[in-house]
């Protein structure tokens, strides 16, 4: 399976760098008033096909078509396919390509490629999750496990949003010992806790199941965990609607505090 997804998130991803490279990429709002480009579309149509053909039984919910976002079921794939829209309008880099198997409610298997960072992560069949170097060619590349941080919680490494930063945000983060306070864009934050480059990544905010699949996939493959923000408990994929809860992914090693 993550020969497919990878491979769909490099094809996808050369698409959205073509976009990125030109002048006009054509900003549209979708009904929540979120931006959508050509680039999104193009990459949802490139991967929608793709994992029709490769794995033509299991449901595909993906961000782009509001049709299959309902009835999935306990087994599905899920996408977005251009993570931090916002981030690629304004040229930041900070963008992903996300593909996600879910089963019983557990995101098992994802990628996350951050085309313009030329950052490649996923997680394999044994339940461990890497990251490859670039160039990325047909065949995979020199590829390195990731862990998470084992964290100094009087010097905490946080990453939160860069373009839903919120004062409930601030207020949460500003009840850990904080070393440094970083953002970024899109599901990158998810592999930087999964690679110990940050400990701690607090969303107060919405997010979709699309949004954060994959990345969660490649996190508990690291020995991290996304938990519910109320309940502490990990995320669970499937709800109706497949909107997210507030929640708190962070190296098991963090002193959780109370909301
Ligand atoms: N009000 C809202 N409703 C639904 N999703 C929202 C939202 N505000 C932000 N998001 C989600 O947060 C994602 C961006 O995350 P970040 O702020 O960490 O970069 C967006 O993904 P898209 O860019 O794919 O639309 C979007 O899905
Ligand atoms: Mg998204």
Request: net charge negative.
């Amino acid at each position: 399976m993550e020969r497919v997804f990878r491979k769909l998130a490099l094809e996808a991803g050369e698409k959205i760098m073509e976009i990125y490279g030109s002048d006009d990429f054509g900003v549209m709002s979708k009904a929540d008033e979120s931006p959508v480009t050509a680039a999104d579309l193009a990459a949802d149509a490139i991967i929608s096909a793709g994992l029709a053909q490769a794995f033509p039984d299991i449901p595909v919910v993906t961000e782009e078509q509001a049709a299959s976002h309902s009835g999935a079921g306990t087994e599905f794939i899920i996408v977005d396919p251009l993570d931090g829209t916002k981030e690629f309008v304004k040229r930041r880099g900070e963008f992903t390509v996300n593909i996600a198997y879910v089963r019983d409610g557990v995101p098992l298997r994802g990628v996350v490629y951050a085309p313009a960072r030329k950052r490649m992560f996923y997680t394999l069949a044994d339940g461990t999750s890497i990251e490859e170097q670039g160039p990325f060619g047909e065949e995979p590349g020199v590829c390195a496990p990731i862990r998470v941080s084992d964290p100094d919680n009087d010097a905490l490494i946080v990453v939160a949003s860069k373009s839903h930063r919120d004062e409930a945000t601030d207020a949460y983060i500003s009840r850990y010992e904080v070393a440094e306070a970083a953002s970024a864009g899109s599901s990158l934050k998810f592999c930087l806790v999964a690679t110990g480059e940050a400990d701690l990544y607090p969303r107060l905010g919405r997010t979709m199941e699309w949004d954060t699949a994959a990345g969660d996939a490649v996190l508990r493959g690291a020995g991290g965990r996304v938990v519910d923000f109320d309940r502490l408990e990990p995320l669970t994929y499937g709800k109706p609607g497949h909107a997210n809860p507030f929640f708190i992914a962070h190296a098991p090693g963090v002193e959780l505090r109370e909301g």
